[in-house]
């Protein structure tokens, strides 16, 4: 049975560390499943793996079948029933991107609170390994690259207000103040308890 992970919250320092590549595949299958399971729960496209406290190399993302459109303004309501790809990306790196897109985002590390203002890149082609090691390609474009490169930008320690130009990050950070705090008070009391548990 997988497990649901517990997702760090913005404030924790894992979010803003440089992740190490994967060499040793060993047990990575099992932590794909968990965190696809803890992606589902939280009812998230995508997560990676230092939103669940490992600084490693490695993100989950689920693709739907549904219009673009339709799914970036319902993305708190997307069903699970039209699940079209789910990918598991190991030492993932883009080799290729084309076009501009803004758009909305959110992130489970930063529950409640999105920017509709996000820039990426529109096409991106991603080469990264599988759960064994075994090297692949693809091509994304739209919301999918969207999701990807969001996922990516963890494993550097970037989120995705960081992304904004630098007036409409100000404001952002200006305008979530209270809830952002909130946020770095409830990660550091989570890491006082893991501490104390781990003795
Ligand atoms: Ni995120």
Known sequence: ???????????????????????????LDELAENMVETMFEY????LAAPQVGLATRLFVAAEY????EEAEADEE??????LKNLY??????ITYREGTQV??????SIPGIYSDDVPRDLQIRVEYQDVTGQPHTLEAEGFLARVIQHELDHLEGVLF?????PELRRSFLDEHRDELAEMQRQAKAFLRELKAEQG
């Open 65 to 68: 079948a549904l219009e673009e």
């Open 88 to 93: 598991v990306m190991v030492n993932p790196r």
């Open 43 to 46: 009812g998230g496209v995508g």
């Open 103 to 108: 758009g909305t985002e959110g992130c489970l």
């Open 77 to 82: 309501e997307r069903p699970k029933s039209v």
């Open 161 to 165: 207000f960081d992304r904004l130009p």
């Open 1 to 27: 049975m997988a497990e649901v992970l517990p997702v760090r919250l913005y404030g924790d320092p894992v979010l803003r560390k440089k992740a190490r590549p994967v060499q040793d595949f060993s047990g």
